[in-house]
């Protein structure tokens, strides 16, 4: 496996682990601010979404491909609260979906050279994918035990099969 294969590879696996950690969530299972200290399935979702956008497809598009609500986008000056709108579980799973098809696909048609250039931003492409895909994985921990606490944790009972 070539080191652009390994991103690739880590880059699906980040898609698949978000998908599998939303999977078959109730409104409020995305919504809860519980267990207490947490904040909400829903903002982790649409956090780790801005992150992905804002570093890896606006990198190489020059604009994000999708648009956030201001408590996602500003939670460094103001922390959600119970009530603020997020989209739908539906909405959420294909906005993720389809900007990491459209990353996965950016970084397939990339040369190893363009991957360690620079685009635009003050860090090299691969390092912006690499902070993308720790920054979801220290996210998808937290789902992890927000949904374990919540008990709706069996979706992680059997390791999921090796991405070819």
């Known amino acids: 496996m070539t080191f652009k294969e390994y991103i690739i590879h880590q880059l699906k696996e980040m898609r698949r682990e978000m998908l599998t950690a939303t999977d078959g969530l109730s409104e409020e299972d995305l919504v809860s601010f519980e267990p207490v200290g947490h904040w909400p399935v829903a ?3 649409e956090h780790c979404t801005d992150v992905v956008d804002s570093e890896l497809y606006s990198a190489v598009h020059g604009s994000s491909m999708h648009s956030y609500a201001s408590h996602v986008k500003n939670w460094f000056k103001k922390e959600p609260v119970p009530g603020e709108a997020y989209p739908g579980l539906t909405e959420m799973n294909r906005r993720w979906e389809h900007l990491c098809d459209a990353v996965i696909s950016d970084v397939e048609a990339a040369s190893d050279a363009e991957i360690q250039e620079n685009h635009g931003g003050s860090s090299p492409y691969i390092d912006n994918i690499l902070l993308a895909i720790n920054h979801t994985n220290s996210h998808l921990r937290s789902l992890w035990c927000i949904l ?4 709706v944790d069996s ?3 059997v390791q999921q099969d090796h991405l070819a």
Do not use: E, T
């Open 148 to 151: 374990g606490q919540r008990r």
């Open 43 to 45: 903002w982790i979702v």
């Open 155 to 157: 979706k992680w009972a």
